[in-house]
């Protein structure tokens, strides 16, 4: 095992060398360190402590890449949440949180009745483009208001988006399965 760690070490050196003459580690430079460049997450380096390999560390810096920003941290700038009135019955969490004061809260969410969605968000980057889609149906009133508050980003301010046009042939008849608010 010392042979094999002076062995890492000596090469660890050499490779050094060579990188301060051409400038950066190449991928060949790191397969040769016994690392695989574009597999190599840097928050893998920072468990190399933990194993006694800090001689290491630095090599593996230079050679990992940027891990991916955690989904729990990932904030968008719009959402909308698409569901059918027709499933409100099935769905009695999601027209609690939508007929409720909740969507008011976040000015950059859009309600979008859909005929015949089971519900669902669309999370939108600041182009509008759609990053990601994710189905709501087992998801109560409080998780709901959550996940907005922690993936909507806070910026953008005034007033919410979040309004209902009611459908020509309602006569206020709160029975959703026979009406579907468009």
């Known amino acids: 095992m010392n042979k094999f760690v002076l ?6 050196a050499l490779i050094s060398c060579l990188k301060t003459a051409h400038g950066e580690f190449t991928a060949a430079d790191c397969r040769e360190l ?36 955690p989904a729990a941290q990932r904030t968008y700038a719009k959402a909308i949440l698409e569901v059918c009135t027709c499933k409100f019955r099935a769905y009695p969490q999601i027209q609690a949180f939508i007929q409720s004061g909740r969507p008011a809260k976040f000015p950059n969410l859009q309600i979008k009745y859909v005929r015949g969605l089971d519900p669902l968000v669309k999370l939108l980057d600041a182009s509008g483009k759609v990053q990601e889609t994710l189905s709501i149906t087992k998801w109560n009133t409080d998780t709901v208001e959550e996940f907005f508050e922690t ?19 309602d006569d206020g008849d709160d029975d959703y399965l026979r009406t579907n608010r468009i």
């Open 34 to 69: 016994g690392f695989i460049k574009t597999q190599l997450m840097c928050s893998n380096c920072d468990k190399l402590d933990d194993f006694g390999l800090e001689a290491i560390k630095p090599h593996c810096k230079q050679c990992c890449t940027q891990d991916q920003q």
């Open 7 to 12: 062995l890492l070490c000596s090469l660890v």
């Open 151 to 169: 993936h909507l980003s806070k910026e953008g301010g005034g007033k919410s988006s979040y309004s209902v046009v009611e459908d020509a042939n």
